[in-house]
């Protein structure tokens, strides 16, 4: 922490949330909330994209997987993202919301669960707190 200013300078505030989601609807939904934010939004329309991705070095700090996606599930592309990186935060967003489909999205390697239709107080909340150490989620200052 710098005292003078009272800044953290070990705070990291530029990242990227890759967001796999093949319904548009879902996809504009989550970017217009993140729209809020000092983030980069990456989009993938389905888990091999998803994986082609991560496979690539990038600023990636979470990911937010849509479960039923074509191509690839993301239950698929969650085991191979997390062989790449195991530290990877990746929370499932489903209409899927079962308390079996729960357990089974912890049990595949998700970090995280948010049932649709997604809340935004939720989703904010579930970011923060999976975000690794030293990452903010930063709003935006509107200007003037």
Do not use: W
Request: with cysteine; charged share 30%; hydrophobic share 40%.
């Amino acid at each position: 922490m710098n005292s003078e200013s009272g800044i953290n300078t070990n705070q990291k505030e530029k990242f990227s949330i890759l967001i796999a989601e093949d319904e548009e609807y879902n996809y504009l939904f989550l970017a217009e909330v993140l729209n809020g934010y000092e983030v980069t939004r990456i989009r993938a329309i389905n888990g091999k994209e998803a994986v082609e991705i991560c496979s690539n070095p990038n600023d990636i700090k979470i990911i937010l997987m849509d479960i039923r996606m074509p191509v690839m599930d993301g239950y698929e592309a969650t085991k191979l993202i997390k062989k790449m990186h195991p530290e990877m935060p990746i929370i499932a967003q489903t209409a899927y919301a079962m308390e079996s489909d729960r357990k089974r999205a912890f049990n595949e390697g998700f970090n995280d669960y948010l049932p649709k239709p997604i809340r935004r107080k939720e989703l904010i909340r579930t970011i923060i707190k999976h975000l690794p150490k030293g990452y903010l989620l930063k709003e935006k200052v509107l200007k003037e």
